[in-house]
C-alpha cells in the first residue's frame, strides 16, 4: 500500500510540473510530455537557479522507424544567436536505450548544471534528439529565465 501511494503522488507531481513547451521541428518522433524541475505548468517561463542543476524529462514515442542512435544539442539563444551548451550522445539518457523500435515510447533525461558565473537573463532553450541519420527526432523549445 505504501509503495502504491508513493506511485500514485510521484505521477500527481509529474502532471502538475508538466511544460508548456513549442515543437520545433520534430520528425521521426512524436513528443508525449515534457517536465523541467521548478518549472510550473502555467508558467510563461522556468526558473533556472544559478548554482544548481536542473533536470529535464521528455516523453517521446518514435513513429514509423526504428532508431539506432541519438545525440542530443542542448541550445540558448543569446541575442539572435543559438549558443550550444552541449552536444553529447544521447541513447545512455534513455529509457529504453538505443536502437528504439517503431512506435516505442521512451524518455530522455538530461540534467544541466546552471553555472553561478551564468549572467541573470532570460533565455529561450532548445534542445534536440538528432537520429543517426540527422534528422530531429524530436525538437523542442521552452523559455528559461537564469535567476
Known sequence: MKLFCVAVLFSVVFVIHGVDYIDCGSKSCKIDDVVVSGCAQDAKSCDLPRGTTVTMSMKFTTQNQRIDKLRNTLQGDIKGTWIPFNNTDA???ITPSCPLNANTP???NLSVPINKLFPAISVPIKTELIDNNGVPCTCIEVQGKIV
Do not use: E, G, L, M
Request: glycine share 0%.
Open 106 to 108: 521512451a524518455t530522455f
Open 91 to 93: 541513447c545512455n539518457s
